[in-house]
T-cell receptor, first 114, second 112 residues
Framework: KQEVTQIPAALSVPEGENLVLNCSFTDSAIYNLQWFRQDPGKGLTSLLLIQSSQREQTSGRLNASLDKSSGRSTLYIAASQPGDSATYLC?????????????FGKGTKLSVKP | NAGVTQTPKFRILKIGQSMTLQCTQD?????MYWYRQDPGMGLKLIYYSVGAGITDKGEVPNGYNVSRSTTEDFPLRLELAAPSQTSVYFC???????????FGSGTRLTVV
């Protein structure tokens, strides 16, 4: 059974710092991996989608990498801003089981202090 | 683009009442899903659908029912509401090309 773990569970940094959020998964047979952002009381906003054949994706100050063989992904946020404060969720889609079912980690709660 | 639209945003139910959570998407996605999110527990799949007329159970289907009469709509029905169904419910859809997910803004349900 696929399990997704995110470390750390919470992170507090000063504004302007570069930071890395980690995601690991137990079954390397994944179709893709998706990073989301969730603000308190809000829905999930997709940040980056990495297909299994890709190594990384970039969007603005965000860069996500994928190493399938080691079961790891990282989300790099450059020059963090207070507006980046949110919970970041990593999710993978595996083969088989519930069609296209995303398996989520529990998230990393990020706080960026002004 | 509207994306995935959920209604209502908030609802309070009494034990034993029933209700339907509405979900509509305008991206012509074949795949649609219902998740619930409990504090500290992550998101769990309730039901999913791979196209109109086809639905299947996810990880936590008990106490819920779904239907998919059109590509756009995927309502979730709660029968005989119980306090254990207090949660935030998210509807999502994905294309069958890259499985990238789009989520609705959620329905916060409290059963008292």
């Amino acid at each position: 059974k696929q399990e997704v773990t995110q470390i750390p569970a919470a992170l507090s940094v000063p504004e302007g710092e570069n930071l890395v959020l980690n995601c690991s998964f137990t079954d390397s047979a994944i179709y893709n991996l998706q990073w989301f952002r969730q603000d308190p009381g809000k829905g999930l906003t997709s940040l980056l989608l990495i297909q299994s054949s890709q190594r990384e994706q970039t969007s603005g100050r965000l860069n996500a990498s994928l190493d399938k063989s080691s079961g790891r992904s990282t989300l790099y946020i450059a020059a963090s801003q207070p507006g980046d404060s949110a919970t970041y969720l990593c999710a993978v889609i595996g083969y088989g089981g519930s069609q296209g079912n995303l398996i989520f980690g529990k998230g990393t709660k990020l706080s960026v202090k002004p | 683009n509207a994306g995935v639209t959920q209604t209502p945003k908030f609802r309070i139910l009494k034990i034993g009442q029933s209700m339907t959570l509405q979900c509509t998407q305008d991206m012509n996605h074949n795949y649609m899903y219902w998740y619930r999110q409990d504090p500290g527990m992550g998101l769990k799949l309730i039901y999913y659908s791979v196209g109109a007329g086809i639905t299947d159970k996810g990880e936590v289907p008990n106490g819920y029912n779904v239907s998919r009469s059109t590509t756009e709509d995927f309502p979730l029905r709660l029968e005989l509401a119980a306090p254990s169904q207090t949660s935030v419910y998210f509807c999502a859809s994905s294309s069958d090309s890259d499985y990238g997910y789009t989520f609705g803004s959620g329905t916060r349900l409290t059963v008292v």
